[in-house]
């Protein structure tokens, strides 16, 4: 394997694929002339800017290992972008997680109104699928129907939306390692699996090659979701951008509640490094792959 | 043209159609062993069951015209309706128009609770997707992707959701009756429109006779629209089973409001048989569809 990257390259990589995100959000995000501009303009505020932009940084490098045209990928990302937005807006509401504030900013129904944050979660949710569907994400028609229904699997009630289920219901189950693991999966790690397995569909890769991208996204999301649940303990409102401890006061069980601190940490170092193992057969195309594994765990914020 | 066919072999046929809905989205939509088989229950809650499924009949009606496998048809039919459902969940919660009855029923946050609602409105509008981007929706994934982006853009900002935000912001603009059709347009209309039109798509019809069966159902779409508002002042709450003279409390302008009952019975009707006169290309094969738009304007409830 190749030395590391410094961490500096790696935050200039992470840096111009947020911008490169953020130009081609603005691009496919809907802007009216009519009253219907609000919600636009509420689908624009919820995902345009902050945000370390990590499942569109996974599509993107993953699209590298198999040369896929940057235009493609870029869409591909948003689309994947506008699903973790919309699931942070719907998260936010009053009667989900009843939150403030979000990237240093405050939440999209404070900022606009509660009616108008639920239609844009909605339409953000909406609008990944008609990116995806439309020709310029692909040539081949059964790629992109492939990346809707893959996209739409990790996403809803098998996904990301049973995961919020299971969430909710949490406090009154009796969690343990097994089941906390099991709704981190569902919760956020499909839709990191699928971002991370996105450049091997695009690149029509080998199924082994696919497989492997998962993996390493598998042992990446759950890593990613053990430093949240540290940083939830040892970070600050300031760093972080948004309500921290709040686990604790709700009484939830974590990663950290139940194995510890250090013993979270040392579980979350394992899996960067099992992330990193998964990448050897491609080589120093990867590299910033593996830099990003690292840096989840040890990121402030 | 033919003759007109009784109302009775269109109440047949509608029910015939709402049954094999029921049945193939009880077969498509999840049901899980964890604690996610909540959010599960709360989808099949909100989409199996009442409601007079117009959009599935014209999508089953649509795909007859050109001799489309029932089984692709019920699965876009199913899709459509899915997205119809969660339109229906969002739009009853509090922070929308917070009602507590729909189809005779508690509404989906009354019977389970608002965030489970939320989310099973969102776990309805993705699972749609993935239904029309999988093989069995259709042999070409042209036509699936053509699906999927259509209907997302029948939905989304530019439509459904686009409608809703005007809806919302009605009260306090000037609305004549040119807003209110463009609003309805938006809200309901778009997708109506894409359900008369899917059966054309799935059955690569000519240009043409997309264009007829888009112009159909722009007419009834409207029509339908019209009824409603007539029914919002004539009906009665047990009929309709949901509230009724809701515009009237919220000083909403509808099409009542702005022509009066009689005008806009007047105007219905005329839409009605312009729908009809559409669908002139089609011959006998269309006759359910022709009764269809003499039903929307007759309907009680």
């Known amino acids: 394997m190749s030395p590391a990257i410094s961490s500096a390259k790696l935050a200039d990589a ?4 947020a911008q490169a995100v953020n130009v081609e959000l603005d691009r496919l995000l809907p802007i009216g002339d009519g009253p219907e501009r609000r919600v636009h303009e509420a689908m624009r505020y919820a995902s345009l800017e902050g945000g370390k932009r990590l499942r569109p940084f996974l599509v993107l490098e993953s699209a590298k290992l198999f040369h896929v045209a940057e235009s493609a990928a870029l869409r591909v990302a948003c689309a994947i972008e506008m699903v973790h937005c919309y699931s942070l807006v719907h998260d936010d509401l009053p009667c989900m997680d009843d939150d403030d504030m979000r990237r240093g900013r405050p939440t999209c129904h404070k900022q606009f109104d509660e009616a108008t944050a639920l239609l844009a979660g909605d339409a953000l949710l909406t609008h990944a699928f008609e990116v995806l569907a439309l020709p310029g994400t692909h040539g081949d028609p059964a790629v992109r129907c492939e990346l809707v229904a893959a996209l739409a699997h990790a996403a809803g009630g098998w996904g990301m939306v049973g995961g919020q289920m299971v969430d909710l219901l949490a406090a009154e189950l009796a969690m343990d390692v097994a089941a906390i693991t099991r709704l981190q999966q569902m919760k956020t790690g499909r839709l990191i699996c699928f971002a991370a397995e996105a450049g091997a569909v695009l690149g029509k890769a080998h199924p082994n090659q696919r497989q492997a991208l998962r993996n390493y996204a598998h042992d990446l999301g759950l890593a990613f979701q053990i ?3 540290l940083l939830d303990v040892e970070g600050t ?4 951008g948004k309500k921290v401890g709040k686990d604790a006061d709700a009484h939830k069980a974590t990663f950290v509640s139940l ?3 250090e013993r979270a940490r040392a579980q979350a170092d ?3 490094s099992q992330a990193i193992n998964h990448l050897d057969s491609f080589g120093d195309t990867a590299d910033l792959l593996r ?3 690292r840096f989840v765990v040890e990121r402030r914020s």
């Open 237 to 240: 409102a300031e760093e972080m």
């Open 14 to 17: 992470l840096k111009a694929s």
């Open 291 to 293: 830099d990003v594994a």
């Open 270 to 272: 394992m899996l960067a």
């Open 259 to 261: 194995l510890g601190v």
């Open 227 to 229: 430093a949240d649940d």
